[in-house]
């Protein structure tokens, strides 16, 4: 009897703690992943674009075990000259932040195998509030 | 009143016809859509080493069209962003696309060999070529086209360091006259349509 009584409270419980974590503007999405191919031995870069309805946050870093290192990268134009700046993190207020060519990405330094379109890989990113998120990156041409 | 009417539409028909005339019969220099060299300048010669270790000579190159383009293969974004483009060009040019050379020239001898270059260009077209050499020969490439390229060490990433350089595409012309430039991000569009009006 007391077990039932104790598997309801339960049950209204984890309801409850659903119907919150729903009931909020719901929460932060990685969506339209891809990265351009590469050669083993050489670079690459991933693109996304983040959809965070909520809180401001920030992306602290990313990993995957296509590459040797993954950093986050700016690229930057000076007068028609090239830079890219290495990002300790980037800032992603609430609404979109977009990773695309010629400005925001993640870099892949250093590729364990050739990356060709149609290939798959995972990457993690983590989030200062959102935490890790896991995705599923295509190898594609721009 | 009705003759007024008259004579003033007749007078704007030819007016419009005129121009149209001109438009068509003058080629006019500022229907390109790069930043155009006038007069062109001769292009300096380029005399550096490609994938299979033979040497390249830009002035072999007379009769096609030459895209040329400074960059490094561990550049993950401006450099393959513009083969990207340099591929959807010559894409777009049908048969005449045989008549325009990509050339990819390295800001990075340290790490960009010829072989790694061919093979890095190959990943976009393997009618593209990719050219290396010591830095003596580079530099005086570089110089000559007005290249700027630094190399900034970055002691907490794994790239090591980075090179920092110019980011336009040059179109050296059929005679081996620069002719445009580009700067980075330039349509794809605007490429092909000056393309066009050069092999006119």
């Given at each position: ?66 590459a040797g290192a993954v950093e986050l990268h700016k690229t930057i ?19 979109e932040t977009v990773f695309e060519p010629g400005d925001l990405h ?37 | ?122 990943i976009f077209s393997p009618a593209f070529i990719g050219l290396s ?68």
């Amino acid at each position: 009897m007391f077990n039932a009584r104790l598997y309801v409270v339960f049950a209204v419980l984890a309801f409850v703690v659903a119907a919150c974590g729903a009931s909020g503007s719901g929460e932060l999405q990685v969506n339209d992943v891809w990265a351009r191919p590469g050669l083993a031995g050489g670079n690459s870069a991933v693109f996304f674009v983040i959809d965070n309805p909520d809180t401001e946050d920030f992306l602290l870093s990313a990993s995957s075990d296509v590459a040797g290192a993954v950093e986050l990268h700016k690229t930057i134009m000076e007068d028609g000259n090239m830079k890219m700046v290495h990002q300790m993190n980037v800032p992603v207020p609430t609404g979109e932040t977009v990773f695309e060519p010629g400005d925001l990405h993640v870099m892949l330094i250093g590729l364990n195998g050739d990356m060709n379109p149609g290939d798959a890989f995972t990457l993690m990113l983590n989030f200062e509030n959102a935490g890790e998120k896991t995705l599923k990156v295509v190898v594609r041409e721009p | 009143m009705n003759t007024r009417v008259i004579r003033v539409g007749l007078g704007l028909v030819v007016l419009i016809g005129v121009v149209m005339a001109i438009t068509l019969i003058i080629p006019s220099t500022e229907n390109f859509r790069g930043t155009l060299y006038d007069p062109a300048l001769p292009a300096a010669e380029i005399n550096l080493t490609q994938g299979n270790g033979s040497n390249f000579r830009l002035s072999e190159k007379r009769g096609d069209i030459v895209m040329l383009f400074f960059g490094y293969t561990s550049c993950p974004d401006v450099c393959p962003t513009t083969l990207s483009e340099m591929k959807r060009v010559t894409a777009e040019l049908g048969t005449d696309a045989e008549h325009v050379q990509v050339v990819f020239v390295t800001v990075d001898p340290e790490r960009d060999t010829p072989q790694k270059l061919k093979e890095y260009v190959s990943i976009f077209s393997p009618a593209f070529i990719g050219l290396s050499g010591t830095m003596e020969e580079l530099e005086k490439v570089w110089s000559d086209y007005g290249v700027y390229r630094e190399e900034e060490q970055l002691p907490n990433s794994a790239t090591g360091y980075l090179v920092n350089h110019t980011a336009r595409v040059y179109l050296i012309d059929r005679d081996g006259n620069l002719r445009l430039s580009y700067s980075y991000g330039t349509p794809t569009d605007d490429f092909v349509h000056d393309l066009k009006i050069l092999f006119k």
